[in-house]
């Protein structure tokens, strides 16, 4: 029910760009389309920190550092979550977590590696 499963990361030189994606394939329709989708991050020694995040009816939120840069995008027919990933920096180095949350429980995905080379 609670499965995420992020795809896409991997290694890219300062500049260049990644789409992360997030599949929720085991959530049900009507318990994904009310969920919040966010993306979050965990760089080493760091703790984990909120990236974006996409509300139900498709309200968006960004942290400070990566707004301009990263979109954020929901695919309820499919029980996707995207995030687009522009003019990545070498402090964008971190896993990415996919994060589903609803009713006060919330899922998290095992994460994808996103490395950007200076």
């Known amino acids: 029910q609670g499965q995420l499963v992020e795809s896409g990361g991997g290694l890219v030189q300062a500049g260049g760009s990644l789409r992360l994606s997030c599949a929720a394939s085991r959530t049900i329709t009507s318990v994904f389309n009310p969920s919040i989708m966010a993306w979050y991050r965990q760089a080493p020694g760091q703790e984990r920190e909120l990236v974006a995040s996409?509300?139900?009816?498709?309200?968006?939120d960004y942290a400070e550092s990566v707004k301009g840069r990263f979109t954020i995008s929901r695919d309820n027919a499919s029980k996707r979550v995207y995030l687009q990933m522009n003019d990545l920096a070498p402090e964008d180095t971190a896993v990415y977590y996919c994060?589903?949350?609803?009713?006060?429980?919330?899922?998290w995905g095992q994460g994808t590696q996103v490395t950007v080379s200076s």
């Open positions: 996409i509300a139900p009816g498709g309200s968006t």
């Open positions: 994060y589903r949350h609803l009713g006060g429980q919330t899922y």
